[in-house]
């Protein structure tokens, strides 16, 4: 095991106990913070960090993410989502195959890698094959094999996509003392309604597993109306009849969620996880974040596919997600810039049901460093405001995940950008685009 000392470091501990320390010491040993303070520990270190004109932050946590779709960055633009998804999206996820899965799949971690990402929460099939490209990049994850089902009479548990997601729970749960972990996971009300057994089958071994559920929810208008039609109730209601929230659970989306809705989530401890970007890209709309927090529900980031994004550049989504509402609302503090930062950090953390997200003794060491020496990033009146408004992902100079650093100074440490680059002129895309 590794001990590291990061020394004269400005840090943004996201501990409301001390938010923010100047020239502090920060001490890691194997995966965990063991000490943060202005006065240097005792002890010697494997490594010191003189971060002197960087700022140290916990790293940052994307909750919804589809991490494969990197291949199709910018592919069937200006569609809304279901003209995009049915003529663009599903063809070519069609002719998928696990090298090209993989492929997609190191590009998206190499790109969240250098912007500062050390943990995802990914939906999506191919789950081995993503699975293992994770475990070697270094980043801890929650995996969830996404159901969908249009056949009222399968039975759930006969069902490919369950019988792949218990052996990914038998195999992957758990794994490397929790940098994997597996949740269940039903795409949508809209995609599944057919058969809602498998709602309740999913339900029942989330809880009976241990595991949290990953859903879509309320991403456009024309999917809540249609679930209305159908039900009398909305995608959050309808779903939590049949159990899927009774356990740690994540919404992706919530863009027309109601203020009956955001009680069953604050009761239940349901986290919306806000894709700003996205959201915006598809025409799709503005979710309601102040109302929501105010009615007390868990707020993460993610940035979705990078098909529909087309980024993972965590900053971006940050920076969107403190501004959107301001502007909407014509309120400047709708999101302050702290509170947008808590949705990257501590928020998604809580959504994730992991123990990272701060700066503090017996955390998990996901920490990043930020050059504060960049021309935007200069001057620096306040590190939250600039992190916020001014950052990039471009701006992460260190990367360390559980402990251990895997990117430095424009270096990947984990991954083979030239392999990974090759994979995916050479194979990946010509099989989905010819």
């Not at 960055?73 to 999206?89: F, S, T």
């Amino acid at each position: 095991m590794t001990s590291v000392l990061f020394t004269h470091a400005d840090v943004v501990t996201m501990d409301p106990a001390q938010p923010l320390l100047r020239d502090a010491f920060v001490s890691v040993d194997g995966p965990k913070i063991t000490f943060v303070g202005t006065a240097r520990p005792f002890g010697d270190y494997d490594r010191e960090i003189d971060c002197t004109g960087r700022v140290l932050l916990p790293g940052l946590i994307n909750a919804h993410t589809h991490l494969p779709m990197t291949l199709m960055r910018g592919y069937g633009g200006g569609h809304d989502l279901q003209d995009w998804l049915n003529h663009y999206i599903f063809p070519a996820e069609d002719r998928l195959d696990s090298r090209a899965v993989r492929a997609g799949t190191a590009l998206a971690l190499a790109e969240l890698i250098a912007s500062g990402c050390t943990c995802v929460n990914d939906m999506y099939y191919f789950c081995e094959d993503i699975v293992e490209e994770i475990v070697s990049a270094g980043l801890s994850a929650n995996l969830n094999r996404a159901v969908t089902c249009f056949d009222p009479d399968v039975k759930p548990e006969d069902f490919s996509s369950c019988v792949e997601m218990r052996r990914l729970v038998e195999r992957w749960h758990g794994y490397g003392d929790g940098q994997i972990l597996v949740d269940a996971s039903i795409h949508g009300e809209y995609t599944s309604f057919l058969n809602p057994g498998m709602w309740d089958y999913l339900a029942r071994y989330a809880a009976d597993h241990g595991l949290g559920m990953h859903v879509h929810v309320s991403e456009t208008k024309s999917e809540h109306e249609e679930c209305l039609a159908r039900h009398g109730r909305t995608p959050i209601q309808e779903l939590d009849r049949h159990g899927v929230f009774d356990v740690r659970a994540i919404a992706a989306h919530c863009v027309y969620t109601t203020s009956e809705d955001w009680a069953i989530m604050a009761r239940k401890g349901v986290t919306c996880a806000h894709n700003p970007v996205s959201n915006l890209k598809l025409g799709s709309g503005v979710a309601p974040i102040p109302a929501m927090m105010a009615a007390g529900v868990n707020v993460a980031l993610g940035t979705d596919g990078v098909s529909s994004n087309n980024s993972h550049d965590m900053f971006e989504e940050i920076k969107l997600a403190a501004i959107l509402p301001c502007g909407v609302g014509r309120d400047p503090l709708a999101v302050t810039p702290l509170q947008a930062l808590e949705m990257a950090t501590v928020n998604g953390a809580r959504a994730l049901g992991r123990h990272t997200g701060m700066v503090s003794p017996g955390y998990m060491a996901d920490l990043i460093l930020v050059d504060f020496g960049r021309p935007s990033l200069i001057p620096c009146h306040d590190v939250v405001e600039n992190l916020v408004y001014a950052a990039r992902g471009g701006d992460v100079v260190m990367n360390m995940a559980r402990g251990r650093v895997i990117y430095e100074n424009g270096q990947f440490l984990t991954l083979d950008l030239e392999h990974i680059r090759r994979e995916v002129e050479d194979y990946a895309l010509p099989k989905l685009f010819g």
